[in-house]
């Protein structure tokens, strides 16, 4: 049974930085890429980044691009999201999606002063 588990969320200062994880089980996770996308209040659930099985080609939407960093770690079977210089309308739950278009909970990012 495929799970994924996001973490890192939490409250941050316009400016700040958070780490998010998904953790993943239920599969062979060196063999997918794996996506971020997000929701803000009131909007539809947007892409945000992705990575390659093999962790070598990721991919951003402009309004994150050189400000997030997706990673991943094989070995762990986790995926991460590095956000810096968030902004309030970073504010969104964040949800990792795996194969098959199983997702997470989600975790909740607050960027506010």
């Known amino acids: 049974q495929v799970q994924l588990v996001e973490s890192g969320g939490g409250l941050v200062q316009p400016g700040g930085s958070l780490r998010l994880s998904c953790a993943a089980s239920g599969f062979t996770f060196s063999n997918y890429a794996m996506t971020w996308y997000r929701q803000a209040p009131g909007k539809e659930r947007e892409f945000v980044a992705v990575?390659?099985?093999?962790?070598?080609?990721?991919n951003y939407a402009p309004s994150v691009k050189g400000r997030f960093t997706i990673s991943r770690d094989n070995a762990k079977n986790t995926v991460y999201l590095q956000m810096n210089s968030l902004k309030p309308e970073d504010t969104a739950v964040y949800y990792c999606?795996?194969?098959?278009?199983?997702w997470g909970k989600g975790t909740l990012v607050t960027v506010s002063s």
């Open positions: 999606k795996g194969p098959s278009g199983t």
């Open positions: 990575i390659s099985s093999t962790g070598d080609i990721p």
